[in-house]
């Protein structure tokens, strides 16, 4: 693609974006976002936490996004709104250069099948494969390296970053991100055993994505076995997360990094789940359910709340010691229980 | 490639490649696989497991596979068959359509070297590179975008999904199958230390794959440092697995999603690893050992069975109480001993 | 490319290149490393740890490599060094036939923008992608299928090898080498909530990385939010890591297999992580720690040492019931305080 410009605004523009109050000079001109304590007089800068308060009187940016209740410590121009994090996610997407860029067309050196469907204004990068009968979306985006198997459908408005796989026949909505690395139905491990050996049982279902999903770097989402592997509107996938087949993922659900979920799962809405969190497979986890940082689900969760698993990390030394009395456990236990009962007070 | 299409059996024909009991139509056409919940007159149902019986007397199914035990329920065509879990195996790849395709031969936009040796009917698909040396056993399929490294040998009938890469002097044995993302060949993770510093030590040794073996999505298996890394026969890795240098696999196992196995671990022939186990280095795991999900195992393991680590999730309220308490578990194992020693009936 | 070819070096040569004490014949040709016990007269054989000894005395070496205090018992020509493991390091460098081969040059099937500036000797494999604006210094490689996004910098002498992504706007230093499949600069995992659904956070960071970086296959660094994320000098880094955006790696730290960092923590220099780590978002870990595999960390470490949580595999029937008492842990603490509280000596 040719190199990408950052664009600049008004923060009068910023304003009406964002349905924000502006205090200050609305023809000043900015090209971007930064910190408080890093921004320039060109810079928009935000405080969206409270820990960043500190930071805000001397800041040497351009105009400040903050909550009216903040306004009277603001030294610069600014925008008042009630949500300003909400305001900064909107604007970050005005500042991002990929995104501001006129479509590339179709590269001369991309294969596109002759029967594929292409709707307006798509970009198909160079060295990228679109195979027979794919469909894309008016506005869609395939970068460089990217394969798009046959049959598939991606929805309008969604963009592919480069080396994205695409298998045949895997459904994608509208607006969907899919980032670099990623390979979005690939088969599921699916086997059968004669005594001996494993006999491959072929992955005849697809994935079906809904609109506005993100998938991150490296992750992995594989096809039914025979019905479809779903994922619903608005979930949230981060890098290097992997998604057996069958598995279903509820609405506005997020996934952070390094996540594994097994065959058959089902993942309500509105979950989150932590960093390298695993669920095994079969289960049903309802609506609401956060599970943080690398703990295992073995069992199916029907109340919403945080759930856990795991220790902490401690110095090795003091780690050791504990970790053998964890394989004495029961024994202690029963031990304990054997003295309570001998116990004349008891 | 061109968009596959779904082939159609006879009951009969399908009897006849399970060597199936059939009773009813035999002519009766089919042309998929479903659940007996889903299936109408035109597919194939099937009953593999008991949970599912309760389905088998409203199927809308055109014919169901079956134990003869449940044959007398079934109220639709039959196949029956002792192992029809087995059965559906063999039956989905028949229906697989990427599997039906006649080979697409080598495509114009692929490069490949002109000392490459290809056997028959071998497809190389759009804008992949196949460099010097390669070898490609009779009817292997190399999908869009994959790389071959010099002088890698790739088995007869083996499959690479689009995006593959396959690194120099790799030996992949037939019948592979290779997902989208996997890297066969990369560099192991060695280093020595100057006090102050790393110093590469070049992975000389190759990734070597014996027959009928399969890779998941964004998997990745290194190369050897000196030897080779040794994958068995039939051997079943799923995705986003990372196996170490000099690692060997033994015949038959199975990997699940998420898997890591650090350099140098010998694992035996028929053992399961659950999603997100994890071996350390230099160890030696014995045949027949399965260990569930998101262990951690440190020690080589001599008996066949089964093995686990960690806890599974619960409330994180209840789960804070309990796991500060096992930083204490040490503590706590000498205080009762202590009681113990004073307990007068003791 | 080109089939690449083993080199041959007389040992005089090896001796020079480690500036290293020769005993024996310096004319003689060797043509590769190998084990004490699987070297024939071709190869160079090492001893760097004692379990090896054993072989020595019937090593078929052409010749060994080994410390001077094991020099009276080596049967055959040697090397003598202080650190006969780092010399191991800087032969096996000469062995690699990749490192050998002469630059290739900008295949005529790669992509290349007008406007990217290429030092000299640069190599650009069949059916990669350089875009606009993209700086790659002198002797830098970039393999087959390997995507450089508009504007990003790669140092020189760096190798990418096939289906690497450097995403736009990347920095990378000089030396750097860069596995299949891995993802340098995607997206970070950010967005806002508005009570309902996600509002994406663009992510408008680089990815900053020293000089001597290595980066493992399928492992993904992604983008910083507003600020950059930054990997020091001589970082080496493994297959399948994820690295969350904002992170801070300092020089010289090690990170094995299916680490995962979240946002904005910062590690410190000579750190290592075994596989599997999980350090959670915005932790600081100072300089010198070490992490044992598999364990997650959640607080910040301000002390140098070695820590560790989780727990040893075990039988699986054993390790139920140790579990489940897991579950009451905190409930234990408290009956043996009770029982302690009531022994008439305590």
Same mark, same amino acid.
């Given at each position: 693609?040719?190199?990408?410009?950052?664009?600049?605004?008004?923060?009068?523009?910023?304003?009406?974006?964002?349905?924000?109050? *502006?205090?200050?000079?609305?023809?000043?001109?900015?090209?971007?976002?930064?910190?408080?304590?890093?921004?320039?007089?060109?810079?928009?800068?935000?405080?969206?936490?409270?820990?960043?308060?500190?930071?805000?009187?001397?800041?040497?940016?351009?105009?400040?996004? *903050?909550?009216?209740?903040?306004?009277?410590?603001?030294?610069?121009?600014?925008?008042?709104?009630?949500?300003?994090?909400?305001?900064?996610?909107?604007?970050?997407?005005?500042?991002?250069?990929?995104?501001? =860029?006129?479509?590339?067309?179709?590269?001369?050196?991309?294969?596109?099948?002759?029967?594929?469907?292409?709707?307006?204004?798509?970009?198909?990068?160079?060295?990228?494969?679109?195979?027979?009968?794919?469909?894309? !979306?008016?506005?869609?985006?395939?970068?460089?390296?990217?394969?798009?198997?046959?049959?598939?459908?991606?929805?309008?408005?969604?963009?592919?970053?480069?080396?994205?796989?695409?298998?045949?026949?895997?459904?994608?909505?509208?607006?969907?991100? *899919?980032?670099?690395?990623?390979?979005?139905?690939?088969? !599921?491990?699916?086997?059968?055993?004669?005594?001996?050996?494993?006999?491959?049982?072929?992955?005849?279902?697809?994935?079906?994505?809904?609109?506005?999903?993100?998938?991150?770097?490296?992750?992995?989402?594989?096809?039914?076995?025979?019905?479809?592997?779903?994922?619903?509107?608005?979930?949230?996938?981060?890098?290097?997360?992997?998604?057996?087949?069958?598995?279903?993922?509820?609405?506005?659900?997020?996934?952070?990094?390094?996540?594994?979920?097994?065959?058959?799962?089902?993942?309500?809405?509105?979950?989150? *789940? !932590?960093?390298?969190?695993?669920?095994?497979?079969?289960?049903?986890?309802?609506?609401?359910?956060?599970?943080?940082?690398?703990?295992?689900?073995?069992?199916?969760?029907?109340?919403?709340?945080?759930?856990?698993?795991?220790?902490?990390?401690?110095?090795?030394?003091?780690? =050791?010691?504990?970790?053998?009395?964890?394989?004495?456990?029961?024994?202690?236990? =029963?031990?304990?229980?054997?003295?309570?009962?001998?116990?004349?007070? !008891?």
């Amino acid at each position: 693609m040719t190199q990408p410009s950052t664009p600049t605004y008004t923060l009068a523009e910023l304003a009406e974006h964002l349905d924000a109050r *502006l205090v200050g000079d609305g023809s000043r001109r900015l090209n971007g976002l930064a910190t408080l304590k890093d921004a320039g007089p060109d810079r928009l800068a935000f405080l969206t936490n409270p820990t960043y308060l500190k930071d805000l009187a001397a800041t040497a940016a351009g105009a400040v996004l *903050l909550h009216p209740e903040h306004a009277a410590q603001c030294p610069v121009d600014r925008l008042e709104l009630d949500n300003p994090y909400l305001g900064y996610a909107k604007l970050s997407r005005l500042f991002d250069p990929l995104l501001s =860029r006129p479509p590339g067309g179709i590269h001369p050196s991309a294969v596109v099948a002759d029967d594929a469907r292409l709707g307006e204004a798509v970009e198909v990068g160079p060295l990228a494969v679109v195979e027979a009968g794919v469909e894309l !979306g008016d506005g869609v985006v395939v970068g460089p390296g990217c394969v798009i198997g046959a049959g598939a459908r991606i929805g309008r408005g969604s963009r592919l970053h480069p080396n994205v796989t695409v298998c045949h026949g895997v459904v994608i909505g509208e607006r969907a991100i *899919l980032h670099s690395g990623c390979v979005i139905g690939g088969d !599921g491990f699916g086997f059968a055993h004669d005594g001996d050996g494993w006999h491959k049982i072929a992955q005849l279902g697809r994935v079906v994505m809904g609109d506005d999903v993100e998938i991150g770097s490296c992750s992995s989402i594989d096809r039914g076995a025979l019905e479809d592997t779903r994922i619903g509107n608005d979930v949230k996938i981060d890098s290097q997360v992997q998604i057996a087949h069958n598995v279903q993922i509820g609405d506005h659900s997020a996934l952070a990094g390094c996540v594994g979920i097994a065959g058959s799962t089902r993942v309500g809405r509105y979950c989150m *789940l !932590g960093g390298g969190v695993g669920l095994a497979g079969h289960l049903t986890i309802c609506d609401r359910v956060q599970v943080t940082g690398m703990s295992l689900v073995t069992n199916s969760i029907e109340e919403p709340g945080v759930y856990s698993s795991g220790t902490g990390a401690m110095q090795n030394a003091q780690w =050791r010691k504990n970790a053998v009395r964890f394989k004495q456990l029961d024994e202690i236990a =029963r031990r304990l229980a054997r003295l309570e009962k001998r116990d004349p007070q !008891g």
